[in-house]
């Protein structure tokens, strides 16, 4: 007889006749027997096993896996003797019975099958594979060895690494019954280290006992099995030993979310790789350090280090598909992150992180690792519409007409994806349109807006754009409904710039503001003033008296100016009578006549009371503009100022007038050349806070990052040989900050 398949089984009801069912190939394909050993069974299982062989036994359970695997060993008439569990079922048998219908058993004492282990029920791409020795040629000294996770023994070399698998969901999920298997393996294996303290095997089957129910223990086995290895300095498998601790000690604690020590063990481990001399270029346990320093570099931002690892990661992967760095560590300990989950995961992680970082040509190097197919077959549709933009907008940064032919071509078999392509690449395009730094045109924004009566709040960034590059917005105007304008806000309120950038839109040329465009500011403006968008007090001053300006232009351009007073006031439209009242609020304001625009502001908030918080601001600038002046009389003599001092004050005051105005970055330029001339002036630090309330110290990083700014813009000019351009901004931000260092490097790289 050339094969025996023993099996060991206790109510197995649910899981024995599809096992038995995936053997029948095998079992009728050449002279073999089956043999199964009931330990205890209370359910249907003796029944079911005795529908497929004569020779089912009992076996009294005496907490030992090894000594009731060996009653069916002892039973044996096959020259070779393979094992399983009844849990487990074999997706096909064709390597297997090639390999002894051919006769290649002939040249190999022991063989391995896949162990594939499914990490979750009903996800089947969330596993891990382990190459099973569970095929071996008896000999008279066979014989299973160890209380749990038992294993045959002696296994004598060669081995062959047969590519049937089964699947295996003896751990997945975490239900009683899991955690009671959990709990009984412990027990037994920590029974078991009692008696063979150095057995490095069963390090490893605790950890797996541990892991995902008790990390703290996990990691503590880890450690104790580095600790027991370092006895076996003459063991030629030690090191294999240490690879395979070092990268779980990394994943538990990337698990448990503290990258840091992950980081530790994944520089300890490649430290023990470039210091093993005597060891192969690859072993098995790379394919987890590689993964996991990616991972740890993508979650970190560090892109220097997440390529080259991604990059190796896959090529290893494919190697190891195709049965290749298959050292001794992974027939006890095969790489966890070695399934198409997880090759999907990374490669689409580190995507996500190149384009975020605009490394577009990096980014390329890695989608044809994640092919639509399985994007569209495993993940949401949310996962789906993020990898079609990644590659899109790869496509158009690159300027790669391949990519977008590749992207159709992949989706050709998917009409439904197909079919929303277009709305997708539209999107995309104007997701690029926003993060270039190139001159967006009027033509530019109506390629998105003619086709719409309303503008979609999908383009809501179409507004800060067209803001942004000054460009007319009556178009944009008559498709965005002011009253509904918070959806729109909510869109783009990741722009941290928005509303500066709308103060200082119309600031730049007020005469070629429309009628139109003028309440559509004003609604704007207005819904900045009675909303909770973050503001300081004199922000909010600043955006009101905008307001009322622009109400102002509008009436004029309605109404004629004789009709436009106090008196009928009452018959305009509730709008315009908060406009109205605004108006002559600000201009009190203007004159520091402050019982007059607090009584203004009243009228108006009597319409709508969401105007009182800009009563409370108003309050606040008057007493803080009376404190101001009340000190600068207290601290002022009858003697004359200088000529230095009223220069001073009239800086000061420029300065003011910015931060009234809310252009920060003006403010900040004008602060910092004054304090140059004047460093002891303590009004300084109270001009910073006016700013922002922050502390002196954020508005001085505020202006590190301008300044930051200032000098890209700079290196952009020199890149595209606009010297000119580079040499005039170099000029400007010398005025600015003088002390620069990067100053002479930058005019050296200009040319000159």
């Known amino acids: 007889m050339l094969l025996t398949i023993g099996m060991i089984v206790k109510n197995e009801t649910e ?128 014989k299973f060895v160890g209380i749990i996770h038992e294993m045959l023994n002696p296994i004598d070399t060669p081995v062959k690494h047969l590519k049937s698998f089964v699947h295996h969901y003896g751990y997945a999920g975490a239900d ?22 150095d057995n490095m095997n069963t390090y490893i089957q605790l950890y797996d006992a541990y892991i995902g129910m008790d990390f703290d223990k996990a990691i503590e086995c880890c450690n104790n099995g580095l600790a027991a290895n370092e006895n076996r300095k003459h063991d030629k498998l030690k090191k294999y030993y240490d690879y395979v601790f070092l990268r779980y000690l990394a994943d538990t604690y990337y698990q448990m979310d503290d990258l840091d020590n992950a980081q530790k063990y994944i520089d300890i481990y490649f430290k023990h790789r470039r210091s093993d001399f005597d060891m192969p270029k690859i072993v098995t346990s790379d394919i987890d350090a590689y993964a996991l320093k990616t991972f740890i570099a993508c979650r970190t931002g560090l892109s220097d280090i997440a ?6 990661y896959n090529e290893l992967y494919d190697g190891y598909k195709k049965g290749m760095y298959k050292t001794p560590e992974c027939d006890v300990a095969g790489p966890r992150f070695f399934n198409n989950m997880i090759l999907l995961n990374l490669n689409g992680m580190i995507i996500e992180l190149l384009c975020s970082l605009q490394q577009y040509s990096d980014a390329v190097k890695f989608r044809k690792y ?10 949401e549709q949310r996962i789906f519409d993020l990898r079609i933009r990644q590659d899109i907008k790869i496509a158009m940064k690159l300027k790669d007409d391949t990519i977008m032919a590749d992207i159709k071509k992949q989706l050709n078999a998917y009409p439904d994806k197909l079919d929303g392509l277009d709305k997708i690449i539209a999107d995309t395009e104007l997701e690029c349109l926003i993060e270039q730094d ?44 002011i009253d509904n304008f918070a959806v729109y806000y909510n869109a783009m309120k990741n722009k941290d710039d928005l509303l500066r950038v709308f103060m200082a839109y119309f600031e730049v040329d007020r005469d070629n503001v429309s009628e ?56 305009f439209p509730k709008e315009i009578q908060i406009g109205y009242y605004s108006y002559f609020s600000a201009v009190a304001f203007d004159e520091g006549d402050a019982p007059k625009s607090v009584e203004y502001l009243k009228k108006a ?9 800009v009563v409370v601001s108003m309050g606040s600038v008057f007493k803080l503009n009376s404190e101001k002046k009340a000190d600068a009389n207290a601290n002022s003599s009858n003697v004359p100022m200088s000529e230095f001092e009223m220069l001073a004050k009239q800086v000061k005051d420029n300065i003011r007038g910015f931060i009234a105005k809310g252009d920060k970055m003006a403010a900040m330029e004008l602060i910092n050349s004054y304090k140059e001339l004047n460093p002891n002036d303590p009004e300084i630090d109270v001009l910073i806070n006016e700013i922002n309330p922050q502390s002196a110290a954020d508005a001085k990083a505020e202006f590190e990052i301008l300044a930051k700014q200032v000098k890209d813009n700079i290196c952009r000019f020199i890149s595209q040989g606009n010297k000119k351009a580079a040499l005039e901004l170099i000029s400007s931000y010398k005025e600015l900050n003088p002390n620069d260092p990067e100053i002479e490097s930058l005019i050296f790289m200009a040319g000159c």
């Open 15 to 142: 899981n024995l006749a599809r096992c038995l069912d995936s053997l029948a190939p095998l079992l009728s394909s050449m002279d073999a027997e089956l043999i199964i050993v009931d330990t205890g069974s209370d359910d249907n299982t003796i029944e079911i096993a005795k529908r497929y062989t004569d020779d089912v036994r009992h076996f009294e359970w005496c907490k030992d896996f090894a000594a009731a695997r060996n009653k069916s060993l002892e039973n044996a008439k096959g020259e070779w003797f393979m094992f399983l569990d009844a849990d487990e079922w074999f997706e096909d048998c064709d390597d297997i019975i090639n390999f002894f219908k051919s006769g290649e058993y002939k040249k190999y004492n022991a063989a391995t099958y896949i162990q594939r282990n499914y990490t979750k029920f009903n996800q089947t791409d969330l596993f891990y594979d382990y190459n099973a020795c569970r095929m071996v040629k008896r000999l008279p000294q066979t």
């Open 176 to 197: 009683n019954n899991d955690y009671q298997k959990k709990k009984r393996n412990i027990e037994l294996l920590t029974k078991k280290l009692e008696l063979e303290p």
């Open 438 to 481: 190139a001159v967006v045109t009027e033509s530019d924004i109506r390629k998105y807006t003619d086709n719409y009566e309303k503008l979609p709040v999908e383009l809501a960034d179409l507004i800060y754009i067209a803001l942004k590059n000054s460009l007319p917005v009556s178009e944009l105007a008559q498709k965005v409904d």
């Open 605 to 613: 908030a009597l319409i709508d009371n969401r105007l009182k918080n």
């Open 516 to 571: 139109l465009e003028s309440a559509w500011f004003a609604g704007i403006a207005y819904f900045f003033i009675v909303n909770d968008v973050p503001m300081n007090d004199m922000m909010i001053v600043s955006v009101f008296v905008m307001y009322a300006s622009l109400m102002m232009d509008y009436m004029a351009a309605v109404y004629n100016d004789a009709y436009i007073n106090d008196e009928n006031a009452v018959c």
């Open 307 to 312: 390529v080259p690892a991604a990059l190796k």
């Open 370 to 379: 994640i092919p639509y197919v399985d994007v569209i077959e495993r993940f």
